[in-house]
Every structure is written in structure tokens, then in C-alpha cells.
């Protein structure tokens, strides 16, 4: 079955880079998406990217797809305080709608 | 729009009891989906539905749990009889095909079974 990998910790002083990693073992994979919660609040869709595309830039965010190696990167410019939370990787394979997650990093922001 | 709403937001109830967790999904989103997030075993996808139709409740522990989406704007999942181990956030979320089938997630009913 399909299965998504994090590493579980992040943390990062404020106004660095942040760049979270994720791997993933579906070959079918049509999309990729990244998610962010913070304490006490669901899931929010930070960005997602299709499967034939290698990199998708949003404001300060940046995906990196690396479908040879079934690895996804979200990397975060100048980081703050704010962008402290839980983020979760997942992966959606063709034909069925429901996502697989990943365990999720927490990354912390140090002032 | 209100997005994802979920009640109640917090539920505590004795172990045997009766609980209904409700979710109204986004309007003109088509597919609906049930998980549960825990410390030990992360976010784990309990059912989900298509145009009101189950898909796939592979997930659902055991027959304690049911879930059902009597039209395109209700859904709710039951738990009966309640136990301890069924402590955890349940999360429902809701998608359509726009922004890559993501999902939109409500805020998330924490069940605490005491």
C-alpha cells in the first residue's frame, strides 16, 4: 500500500530557510499537497503540485518534486514565529480520492 | 463561505455510551471523508463518500463505528457502544476538483471517553 515518510522535527531560528522533506513509495501519484495545523485547529492546505510538474513556488513557499526519487521538499523563506505548527505531507494516487498522509513535522521557530 | 463545520467541538462521554459526531461539508464539494488523528497512529482515514455514496470504509475500526450522508450537506458518524480507545480528534474534511482535489478540514471534534 501506499506510504508517506517525515522526519518528525524541525527547528529553525527566525528569518532562516526551513526546508521540510517527505518521501513517498506510490508510483501512481497524481498529486502532492502539504498541510499545516496549528495547536488545536484541522488540517489547512498550504499548496499542493501535479505530478508532472518538478517545482511550484507560492509566496515564500517553495515545492520541490523529485519524482525519480518519490521525494517532495517544502521549503519556507524567511521564516517566522508564526510558521510554527505541525506540517503534514500526502500524496494522492490516481483514481481514488482519499489522501495518505505522513506523520507530520513540527517545526519549532526560534526568535 | 463557513467551510468545513464539525460539532460539537469537544465531546465527553462514559465508556458505553452513544456518541454522534456531525459535519456539514462545503457547498458543492461532491466527496466527504472521515479521519481520526491520534499521538500513536497519526491521521488514519475511517471512510469517505462520493455524491453521498460510501466509497470505501475499510477503515472503520470495527462495527461499533458507522457513518452516513443522507444528502450533500449532512454526514454523521456514530460510535456505539463508546470506548476508552476511541479517545482522539476526529477530523471531517471535504473536496472537489479544484486546487488539486485538496481538502478542506473542519476544525475537528475531540472525543475524550472516560
Known amino acids: 500500500g501506499e506510504d508517506v515518510e517525515q522526519s518528525l522535527f524541525l527547528s529553525v531560528r527566525e528569518g532562516d530557510s526551513s526546508v521540510i522533506n517527505c518521501t513517498y513509495t506510490?508510483?501512481?501519484?497524481?498529486?502532492l499537497y502539504w498541510y499545516k495545523q496549528e495547536p488545536g485547529a484541522g488540517l489547512q492546505l498550504l499548496t499542493y503540485?501535479?505530478?508532472?510538474?518538478d517545482m511550484k513556488q507560492d509566496q515564500r513557499l517553495t515545492v520541490l518534486l523529485n519524482k525519480k526519487d518519490k521525494h517532495l521538499s517544502l521549503r519556507i523563506a524567511d521564516t517566522q514565529t508564526g510558521d510554527s505548527a505541525i506540517y503534514f505531507c500526502?500524496?494522492?494516487?490516481?483514481?481514488?480520492?482519499?489522501?495518505?498522509f505522513g506523520s507530520g513535522t513540527r517545526l519549532q521557530v526560534q526568535p | 463561505d463557513a467551510g468545513v463545520i464539525q460539532s460539537p467541538r469537544h465531546e465527553v462521554t462514559e465508556m458505553g455510551q452513544e456518541v454522534t459526531l456531525r459535519c456539514k461539508p462545503i457547498?458543492?464539494?461532491?466527496?466527504l471523508f472521515w479521519y481520526r488523528q491520534t499521538m500513536m497512529r497519526g491521521l488514519e482515514l475511517l471512510i469517505y463518500f462520493n455524491n453521498n455514496v460510501p466509497i470505501d470504509d475499510s477503515g472503520m475500526p470495527e462495527d461499533r463505528f458507522s457513518a452516513k450522508m443522507p444528502n450533500a450537506s449532512f454526514s454523521t458518524l456514530k460510535i456505539q457502544p463508546s470506548e476508552p480507545r476511541d479517545s482522539a480528534v476526529y477530523f471531517c474534511a471535504s473536496s472537489a476538483p479544484d486546487r488539486g482535489y485538496g481538502y478542506t478540514f473542519g476544525s475537528g471534534t475531540r472525543l475524550t471517553v472516560v
Open positions: 457547498s458543492g464539494h461532491n466527496s
Open positions: 506510490d508510483s501512481s501519484s497524481t498529486y
Open positions: 503540485i501535479f505530478s508532472n510538474m
Open positions: 500526502a500524496e494522492r494516487d490516481t483514481g481514488r480520492r482519499a489522501l495518505t
